[in-house]
């Protein structure tokens, strides 16, 4: 098929999208190389669009849209969409996403973006979430359910979007039979909004009897979301702190305020949670789709894989873990060495956090099972954070 790829109104390129591949077997023209995925940029060279790896990547960058290998329980969302493979879902809905403004537009067709984009027109969500999330789920059998935005959700977690008076959210659940997920995205929310750090907001919520973090969409019509991998993509990896400080660099060349304080913030979240999971794709920047001018760092997301989550053990508690800075895994104690004023930091704001999350943990007990063991032991590792951050400052 014929198809143009668009950035909301902007035409990107025109080439020809093979429906059973799902690849992009030639490329016509390229209309606006400025507009195209932010990844795909540095493999264009003019007049030669189809022998270097801009088309090869065109079509990885669309595969990779879609819901990874690697999602928790695919095999079973697979069995009860009634699909073989994640990539079947790709362009049942011209994909479009929640988290940018790319699709795919059928070149004979009339369709316009207002028409189709999942921010203003409603999805069926009903039968995706319950694919999702429930333990127990029929086969999907209605066709307008494979048209929503989960078909191109990234990450591990089972996950799912959903239309609540109008606001588009994003329901994730834990990862196999863990259920810490939400609380710590909780935790992370609570944190982050005493502190003052720009962060997306996370409750807990629950779906039948399974307990979800909920938070809205962090992205709206004129903007998308570019992670860190893909701006780094064409950077020299060099394993060590330039990269972290090149991601800086690069932020503050395209504008964006206070970029470096910014992203220490997230540094800092993830010290006093002990966040494991803050690789290249959990963090990024916003931008926006008409300009294409750098707004901001993107709020905080994705903090669920912390407080030790995967060492659990009843006998004894387990301190041990490390964190990420870019391609490398730190201990928390190394990462935090990038803040250069953690002075900046009130951590009086924090006073009583920790009973808040007694308390959260408590109210959901009923629906977790967790021991009061394990609430006092994440409870402890918590405020050891928090005291370890608070001899930081007064050093
Ligand atoms: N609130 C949101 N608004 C818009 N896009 C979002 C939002 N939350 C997540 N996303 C997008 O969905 C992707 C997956 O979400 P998230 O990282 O929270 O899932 P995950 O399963 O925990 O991922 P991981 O595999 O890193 O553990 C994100 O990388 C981001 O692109
Ligand atoms: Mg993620």
Same mark, same amino acid.
């Given at each position: 098929?014929?198809?143009?790829?668009?950035?909301?109104?902007?035409e990107v390129?025109v080439a020809?999208y093979?429906?059973?591949?799902?690849?992009?077997?030639?490329?016509?023209e390229?209309?606006? #190389?400025?507009y195209?995925?932010?990844?795909?940029?540095?493999?264009?060279?003019?007049?030669?669009?189809n022998?270097?790896?801009?088309?090869?990547?065109?079509?990885e960058?669309?595969?990779?849209?879609g819901i990874?290998s690697?999602?928790?329980k695919?095999d079973?969302l697979l069995l009860?969409?009634?699909?073989?493979?994640?990539?079947?879902? &790709?362009?049942?809905a011209?994909?479009?996403s929640?988290?940018?403004?790319?699709?795919?537009?059928?070149?004979d067709?009339d369709?316009s973006?207002?028409?189709?984009?999942?921010?203003d027109?409603?999805?069926?969500?009903?039968?995706?979430?319950?694919?999702s999330?429930s333990?127990n789920?029929?086969?999907?059998?209605?066709?307008?359910?494979?048209?929503?935005?989960n078909?191109?959700?990234?990450?591990m977690?089972?996950k799912?979007w959903?239309i609540?008076?109008?606001?588009?959210? &994003?329901?994730k659940?834990?990862y196999?039979?863990?259920?810490?997920?939400?609380?710590?995205e909780?935790?992370?929310?609570?944190?982050?909004?005493?502190?003052?750090?720009?962060?997306?907001?996370?409750t807990?919520?629950?779906?039948?009897d399974t307990?979800?973090?909920?938070?809205p969409?962090?992205?709206?019509?004129?903007?998308?979301?570019?992670?860190?991998?893909?701006?780094?993509?064409?950077?020299?990896?060099?394993d060590?702190?330039?990269?972290?400080?090149?991601?800086?660099?690069k932020?503050?060349?395209?504008? #964006?305020?206070?970029?470096r304080?910014?992203?220490?913030n997230?540094?800092?979240?993830?010290?006093?949670?002990?966040n494991?999971?803050?690789?290249?794709n959990?963090?990024?920047?916003?931008r926006?789709?008409?300009?294409?001018?750098?707004?901001?760092?993107?709020? #905080?997301?994705?903090?669920g894989?912390?407080?030790?989550?995967e060492y659990?053990?009843?006998?004894?508690?387990h301190?041990?873990g490390?964190?990420r800075?870019?391609?490398?895994?730190?201990?928390f104690?190394?990462?935090?060495?990038?803040?250069?004023?953690?002075?900046?930091i009130? #951590?009086?704001?924090l006073?009583?956090?920790?009973?808040?999350?007694?308390?959260?943990?408590?109210?959901?007990?009923?629906l977790t099972?967790?021991?009061d063991?394990?609430?006092?032991r994440?409870?402890?590792?918590?405020n050891?954070?928090?005291?370890?951050?608070?001899?930081?400052?007064?050093?």
């Amino acid at each position: 098929m014929k198809c143009v790829l668009m950035n909301k109104n902007t035409e990107v390129l025109v080439a020809e999208y093979n429906e059973i591949s799902k690849f992009f077997d030639k490329i016509y023209e390229v209309n606006n #190389i400025d507009y195209a995925p932010y990844i795909l940029k540095s493999f264009y060279i003019k007049d030669e669009i189809n022998d270097t790896p801009f088309r090869t990547n065109l079509s990885e960058w669309f595969k990779g849209r879609g819901i990874p290998s690697w999602r928790d329980k695919l095999d079973l969302l697979l069995l009860r969409l009634n699909i073989t493979a994640p990539y079947e879902l &790709l362009d049942k809905a011209f994909g479009l996403s929640l988290s940018d403004q790319y699709w795919l537009k059928p070149e004979d067709s009339d369709i316009s973006y207002d028409d189709i984009n999942f921010f203003d027109n409603d999805f069926d969500y009903a039968e995706f979430m319950e694919a999702s999330l429930s333990t127990n789920s029929k086969t999907i059998t209605n066709e307008t359910s494979l048209k929503t935005p989960n078909n191109t959700t990234d990450g591990m977690l089972k996950k799912a979007w959903i239309i609540d008076n109008g606001i588009r959210y &994003l329901l994730k659940g834990g990862y196999k039979n863990e259920t810490l997920q939400p609380f710590n995205e909780a935790l992370a929310s609570e944190i982050c909004k005493r502190l003052g750090f720009n962060h997306v907001e996370y409750t807990i919520d629950t779906y039948k009897d399974t307990v979800v973090s909920k938070c809205p969409c962090f992205i709206n019509k004129e903007t998308e979301l570019i992670t860190c991998y893909q701006i780094r993509n064409d950077m020299k990896r060099h394993d060590s702190i330039e990269d972290y400080e090149e991601y800086i660099k690069k932020l503050e060349e395209n504008g #964006i305020e206070n970029a470096r304080e910014k992203v220490e913030n997230m540094y800092i979240l993830d010290f006093l949670i002990m966040n494991e999971d803050r690789h290249l794709n959990n963090f990024g920047i916003i931008r926006d789709v008409n300009t294409l001018k750098w707004l901001d760092v993107a709020p #905080i997301f994705d903090n669920g894989q912390s407080l030790n989550i995967e060492y659990y053990d009843e006998e004894e508690l387990h301190i041990s873990g490390c964190g990420r800075l870019f391609y490398e895994v730190k201990p928390f104690d190394e990462i935090i060495k990038v803040v250069k004023n953690i002075k900046r930091i009130d #951590i009086s704001m924090l006073d009583g956090v920790v009973e808040w999350f007694d308390e959260l943990l408590h109210k959901y007990q009923y629906l977790t099972g967790y021991s009061d063991k394990r609430i006092l032991r994440l409870c402890i590792l918590l405020n050891r954070q928090i005291n370890k951050l608070k001899k930081l400052i007064e050093q």
